[in-house]
């Protein structure tokens, strides 16, 4: 089926289109998506390494060591410093 919503026989007349439209207001059968979103952060190859080596140690996903980590520190930092 060659179906096109905006009915546009160009590029311009399709980003004109899209641009008053969100495609919510056409969807009537699309299945909903479901995805996870990720972020890049450049680490240093050895300290990658380390890392890597940890996780191996501890049975975990590299990704899931450094969440934990990362949220042990933020949980560090939260608490009040003592006096």
């Not at 952060?41 to 975990?60: F, H, I, W």
Request: proline share 4%; glycine share 4%.
């Amino acid at each position: 089926m060659d179906y096109q919503i905006s009915q546009a026989d160009t590029l311009e007349k399709m980003g004109e289109f899209w641009g008053a439209h969100d495609f919510t207001d056409f969807d009537t059968d699309a299945p909903d998506a479901e995805f996870t979103i990720s972020c890049a952060v450049p680490v240093e190859v050895d300290l990658l390494a380390s890392v890597e080596k940890q996780a191996r140690l501890r049975g975990l996903r590299v990704e899931t060591l450094v969440n934990l980590w990362l949220q042990q520190k933020l949980t560090e930092q939260a608490q009040p410093v003592a006096a």
